[in-house]
């Protein structure tokens, strides 16, 4: 998953659950290798910094449209509030 801004919109990317985190809304941060990682939640900032290196690694292409997927679904269903990180 990438952290980095796609798009004028700022945007990112949760790299634990995959939720999308406004970057004016966001107050749940971390710095790993001098880069910026925004999170949803506390639960999700504190599972990177047990394993930041986990979340580098790059997934089968197969499961990324799989997860991609299933998030968009996700966040229809509940308008983008997350249900398990709060």
Known sequence: MTHLNTNN????????CGM??????????????NQTFYFCAQHCREEFEKSPESYQ???SFF??????????????VTNGKPQCCD
């Open 9 to 16: 919109k700022k945007t990112y990317k949760d790299p634990v």
């Open 20 to 33: 999308d985190v406004f970057s004016e809304k966001a107050s749940i941060t971390t710095t790993w290798k």
């Open 57 to 59: 690694k790059e997934h």
């Open 63 to 76: 499961l990324k449209k799989w997860w991609n997927n299933y998030l968009i679904r996700l966040n229809k």
